[in-house]
């Protein structure tokens, strides 16, 4: 059982967080980092829980694609869809 990431996957991991537009990043480092739940993020963004909890799905989506394909980390899959790499 391989508990710890490889350098590659958390390089891959902290360039998929970096890309994240700022809403759903803020979301996504509150609630994962600083264990905020979605009614707290909600009020500090001032936004719907409904929407930090579609910010935090976002956010593992783009997570879990960059460790899957760390070459592709700075494809960011949200809404369904994949979207163009960062210049």
């Known amino acids: 059982e391989e508990a710890a990431l490889s350098k590659e996957e958390v390089a891959a991991t902290l360039a998929a967080i970096r890309a994240l537009p700022d809403s759903v990043r803020r979301a996504f480092v509150l609630s994962r ?9 909600a009020v500090l963004l001032g936004v719907s829980e ?3 909890e579609k910010y935090i799905i976002a956010a593992l989506k783009a997570v879990r694609a960059a460790v ?15 979207a163009r790499r960062k210049p």
């Open 33 to 41: 980092f600083e264990s905020k739940t979605y009614r707290e993020i």
């Open 50 to 52: 409904s929407s930090v």
């Open 68 to 82: 899957a394909d760390p070459a592709g980390a700075d494809v960011i899959p949200l809404a369904g869809r994949r």
